[in-house]
């Protein structure tokens, strides 16, 4: 059983360890390095095994680095072999290691750790130089070590199946899998399979308790391919039962991905099984029931299962000592909280969240208005948020649903577990409040976040400039028809009108109605731009403060 693995310049980890366990999920999105930790596995052991193939026909002492050229390359699928390296960089840069000099050749090293199944220890590591983009060599660390797996298969996301499979030698089979055709090789898995009875009738098995079809045995011989039929269901007695014969190519995808991977731990007992994605193109309610089902199996054939994937039924069913999270530096979990974290990462976050994370500060407000409302503000003011708007992360987020930013936090806290973060909700919502206190909740007296730009000379200078002075008398007499006159005499006051009145339904409308001028809410912020600094709310100043205290502006 692999325990551990560390990658030395190998694609994108320049130098980190895996921790691994009997039967691991590797949770995280795409382009994180699940895959990436693969193939760097399934590379390790074809390496090693070439070497180990080929050391019995030298003489030499210590043996050999072996040469491998791409196109005998079958663990991975790669264009050019400087691919493989750390940024494509195969020579050292200036002071990257303690000793040698810039220019030097990189040496991508992949070591694995593990166990016996008697518990013993062991550690094996294989060297790469790189000697062009048709040719590396390979060799061991120490040649006197050895691994003791008895095999390693790596299975990428189901792409389709072959029309017609003809009988291939295991070499070819593995070229095909290194390739990304692991579909071309299913009847030869199935056929493989058949030949012990057990095997196949526990396989047979399989396939009726998960989806209710029959699996007829693998026919070949005297024909130039394999023959590999199902019924659409499960006979009574003896015969077909009336069902048609059919061809597994005739199947769904999410069978067929099933399929396979059942094949695999049938015709190849005793291995690591590398999957990439096996949830793919398996609907959300057969997941679990398919995830359970591979485990038992798994350790049945005693192989170990390593899972790359981003379904949250399978971390969700998965102890969380035996996922690597790859959202943010891969690591090993510990509890349940943290495999929740991961779950609503994956659910929630973009690529641009986890990237504008890195600020470790994130802003929830209704929408963008409110945000350039709040940025227009801090620029008259002069004040020192404006640090943070020159290079600001903040995500929109419905009013009255704090839960919403709350859920999204919770999921940047599993990447960026120092993260700050500040909620403004709008005065309309008292009825509703934030649950977890790490989320700064902050809220407006007024309604709405708009009520704040309701000042009379504000207003008719913004329409004056905008249209000319008749349509800024227009509005001023708008705003008398609209405004209490407390409000009018006292725009700076709290009251009780401007609380439990939304100045985007039954204010600005009005006043921009009477002067003809069309002004969208995407365009509010051109009001709080053109007030001036006396001309503010003090709470916007407060408001500003807070969240600048807050971030450590």
Known sequence: MIEKV?????????????ELKDVVVLAGRNNAGKTTLLQA?????????EWEKRKKTSSAKP?????????????VPVQAFKLLWTDTLTALRRDEEEGKEAGAPRIMEITVEGKTEKGKSWDHTMEFHHAGSELIYANPKDPNTSPAVSGVVYIPAFSGIEIEEKVHTREYQEWLIGQGKPGDIIRNLLAETSRTATAWKALSADVEKLFQY?????????????????LPGIPKGQGFGGYPRLDIANAGSGFLQTLLLLAFFYARPSTVVLIDEPDAHLHVS???QIYDHLRRIASKRRCQMV?????????????????????????????????????????RLTSKDLALGEHGTVLYVENHSDFSILRAWANVLDHRLLTWFSDPYYHPVKARDPKAAEDHFFALRAVHPHMAGVILLDGDTNDVKARKAELKELRWQCCEIENYLVHPRVLERFVGEKAG????????????????????????GHSNYMQRTPATKSILPEVFSAASLETGKMEYYQIAESMRPNEIHPEVKEKLDAIADHFGV
Request: aromatic share 12%; with cysteine.
């Open 63 to 75: 043996k050999p680095k072996v040469p491998l050229t791409r196109k005998e390359f079958l663990a």
């Open 307 to 347: 899972v790359a994937t981003h379904s949250e039924v399978v971390i969700d069913n998965t102890d969380p000592n035996k996922i690597v999270s790859f959202i943010g530096k891969p690591h090993l979990l510990v509890r349940n909280a943290q495999r929740d974290a991961v779950r609503e990462a994956l659910k």
């Open 469 to 492: 002075p008749f349509f800024a008398s227009a509005a001023r007499n708008a705003l008398q028809r609209v405004l209490p006159i407390d409000v009018m005499e006292d725009p700076g």
């Open 6 to 18: 560390r990658l030395r310049y190998f694609k994108q980890f320049e130098n980190h360890t895996f």
């Open 214 to 230: 029959r699996l007829l045995k693998p026919q070949y011989e005297g024909l130039p391919f394999i023959v590999c039929e199902y």
């Open 286 to 288: 057969l997941q679990k």
């Open 41 to 49: 596995i399934a590379t390790w052991h074809f390496a090693f095994r």
